[in-house]
């Protein structure tokens, strides 16, 4: 009997990351197909180490695509993507946000820097962009 219970809690858990691969990694989506409780999916990943590697794995999967997809816009010089991209990766070379917040005004968003990307030349956002 306590196999045939873990049997089918294996079965579940495999279904569970097939639907993940196949969602990209979101857990609703994954849950609806798997015909699993997302309360479930928090179980199992807090229990079982090898399930939460398995489900880490498809994150990282879906992180990487999306990320290869924001080098494919940067490469076409699209200059949000090259902004968005050197405020999250480029704190350390000083693209940082600072917020501001006066009474009664709406929230500003500074980019500081010695230039503005907008100003750049392509050559400069180039140098930035191969410096990574």
Do not use: W
Not at 53 to 64: F, G, M, S, Y
Not at 83 to 93: A, D, E, M, T, Y
Not at 110 to 128: G, H
């Amino acid at each position: 009997m306590k196999k045939e219970i873990a049997n089918k809690k294996n079965t579940l858990k495999e279904n569970l990351i097939t639907a993940l691969e196949k969602t990209k990694g979101i857990v609703t989506d994954a849950c609806k197909q798997a015909n699993i409780s997302r309360s479930t999916y928090y179980k199992y990943y807090k229990q079982d180490d090898q399930f939460k590697a398995d489900v880490d794995e498809i994150n990282n999967i879906a992180l990487d695509h999306a990320e290869s997809k924001l080098f494919k816009l940067i490469d076409d010089c699209n200059v949000t993507a090259i902004i968005f991209f050197l405020k999250c990766r480029g704190k350390s070379r000083g693209y940082t946000e600072k917020q501001e917040i006066q009474p009664n005004e709406k929230l500003k968003i500074i980019v500081t820097r010695e230039k503005e990307p907008k100003e750049m030349t392509d050559a400069e956002l180039n140098e930035i962009i191969a410096k990574g």
